[in-house]
């Protein structure tokens, strides 16, 4: 599957974006999805992630954006989202879409080696 971000750019501290990832392929509706983000110098970490079931949706954060941002997703339109409100410096960074290519997994990974496909990333710059 090929993973393609988009919606990133330069808001202010305070400020939204909302991130898209358009996904290739028929299966999409049954892959788990996240996103990650990788800031300057440091390693690549885990911002949330989403199950494959429209029915029965789980979503999991980290606990630096839980509360500001919410993921979606829909199967139709091959599409994640990552909606980002209160936006501070700390969250500029690269965000990286994923995929586990597991079919219907049960288990909600969080860790970078739980998925399998990546997008090219989107800059999201956050200015004090």
């Known amino acids: 599957v090929q993973l393609v971000e988009s919606g990133g750019g330069l808001v202010q501290a305070g400020g939204s974006l909302r991130l898209s990832c358009a996904a290739s392929?028929?299966?999409?509706?049954?892959?788990?999805m996240g996103w990650f983000r990788q800031a300057p110098g440091k390693e690549r970490e885990f911002v949330a992630a989403?199950?494959?079931?429209?029915?029965?949706?789980?979503?999991t954060y980290s606990d630096s954006v839980k509360g500001r941002f919410t993921i979606s997703r829909d199967n139709v339109k091959n599409t994640v989202y990552l909606q980002m409100t209160l936006l501070v410096p700390e969250d500029t960074a690269i965000y990286y879409c994923?995929?586990?290519?597991?079919?219907?997994?049960?288990?909600?990974?969080?860790?970078?080696?739980?998925?399998?496909?990546w997008g090219q990333g989107t800059q999201v710059t956050v200015s004090s």
């Open positions: 989403i199950n494959w079931s429209a029915a029965n949706t789980r979503t």
């Open positions: 392929g028929r299966t999409f509706s049954t892959y788990n």
């Open positions: 994923a995929a586990d290519l597991a079919e219907y997994a049960l288990r909600l990974g969080t860790a970078v080696e739980n998925f399998d496909s």
